[in-house]
């Protein structure tokens, strides 16, 4: 399965200061993941831009090479920056998202396909994979490691344990 190189990790939102800051909606898990980064991209990695982050509640304030005023950010509005993925080091069990999305939802036990990975929610307590099966119904499915049993993003499978109640209509 063919990754991205280059994911979106946020959207430039407005302007911070008069030294051509701009502020970024983060798209990742934190500001703090991109106050570790050195250079981002636009253009889906066409363009590289040296850049300084720091985080400032839930937005990243970052100071782009070559932007010095703040009518050179403003323009930037809009903009959606990317990041290389070897800029970025997962801990083990840790996905990007757009790595999860379109794998197959496989029974652990006995192989039973169940239908693929649509989204993932961050609901503050664990994630929750989106799953969509064959007949169309979708499924929520808490990444837990009871219920997650491997995630194998190279072969195109998140094995699970179909615990009881979880495929089950009534709430």
């Given amino acids: ?5 280059y994911l979106e990790a946020g959207q430039i939102v ?7 800051e701009v502020r970024v909606q983060p798209w990742c898990d934190s500001p ?22 720091r985080a400032h509640k839930t937005m990243a304030l970052v100071k782009l090479d070559g932007v010095d005023t703040v009518q050179d ?3 930037l509005r809009g903009q959606v920056l990317y990041l290389h993925r070897k800029d970025v080091k ?6 990007f998202i757009c790595d999860l999305i379109g ?3 496989v029974d652990d036990d006995d192989g039973t396909v169940y239908g693929t990975c649509t989204d993932v ?18 499924v929520l499915i808490p990444a837990i490691p ?15 344990f179909a615990m009881a109640g979880l495929f089950d209509d009534e709430i």
């Fill in 32 to 53: 703090q993941v991109l106050a570790k980064i050195k250079t981002l991209y636009f253009d889906k990695g066409a363009r590289p831009v040296k850049v300084q982050c």
């Fill in 14 to 20: 407005g302007t911070h200061g008069v030294r051509g």
């Fill in 1 to 5: 399965m063919a990754r991205e190189t």
């Fill in 121 to 138: 929610s961050a609901t503050g307590a664990n994630d929750v994979y989106h799953m969509k099966t064959e007949e169309g119904k979708e």
């Fill in 146 to 160: 009871s219920v997650i049993r491997k995630v194998d993003v190279d072969g195109g499978e998140i094995r699970i």
């Fill in 90 to 95: 997962l801990e083990k069990g840790r996905y």
């Fill in 73 to 75: 950010a403003a323009a």
């Fill in 103 to 105: 794998l197959t939802v």
